[in-house]
């Protein structure tokens, strides 16, 4: 499957926004947009105009970039929140932040969703007692993420919990830290996403 590899901080200077792709390093100095708050490429310090459909555009390509997601599985993740009840773009969001590596980022287990997705495919943690490694999981009120014994090592994983707090728990979610676990308390609401997203302006590009 195709997927970026390039630099992470290339993704938020070309977004103008901060997408929290490297983990702690998105806290300091060191990142990226901080240090060089324009576009990338020979025309980045250059003067555009973006156009509504660009506008559009960017604001998806935003959101695909934050939750990791390519072009085809964010389309699937689209249609589906549009049949479901409600407003789409808010679906559309729930849905984004119910895949379970996104949920184990949220409980604060890893320190950005990359390496949340990659240790979800290494089969460190269970849902509801039984293995999983299928970052792409949708979990559902009531459901509890917990960390292997095994895995209650891992020296990344521990840091992430150290700094937990910082970042905070969405109210959807609880954690007990001592027992490295997770439980999802309810399905999450447009409050509890912080991000600045517009998501109205991805349904308008999908709805031409």
């Not at 849905?95 to 990359?114: K, Q, V």
């Not at 919990?161 to 979610?173: F, H, S, Y």
Request: aromatic residues 6%.
């Amino acid at each position: 499957m195709a997927r970026y590899t390039g630099p992470s901080c290339r993704l938020c200077r070309r977004e103008n926004t901060e997408l929290f792709l490297k983990g702690d390093r998105c806290y300091t100095d060191k990142c990226g947009i901080k240090r060089r708050n324009y576009p990338p490429g020979q025309h980045g310090q250059g003067r555009s105009k973006t156009s509504d459909y660009g506008v559009q555009l960017r604001e998806k390509q935003k959101v695909r970039r934050i939750y990791g997601i390519l072009e085809k599985q964010f389309r699937g993740y689209f249609e589906s929140a549009d049949r479901m009840k409600g407003v789409t773009g808010e679906n559309l969001l729930s849905l984004l932040e119910r895949r379970l590596d996104n949920t184990i980022y949220r409980l604060g287990f890893a320190s950005s969703r990359t390496e949340s997705r990659q240790l979800v495919r290494h089969g460190h943690f269970t849902l509801n007692g039984r293995k999983v490694n299928i970052p792409s999981i949708q979990v559902k009120s009531g459901d509890v993420i917990q960390l292997r014994e095994k895995s209650k090592k891992i020296v990344s994983i521990n840091d992430a919990l150290e700094a937990v707090v910082r970042r905070g728990t969405p109210q959807w979610l609880e954690l007990d830290k001592d027992a490295a676990k997770g439980v999802i308390k309810g399905l999450p609401v447009r409050e509890d996403i912080t991000t600045p997203i517009q998501e109205q302006l991805i349904v308008e590009l999908y709805s031409k």
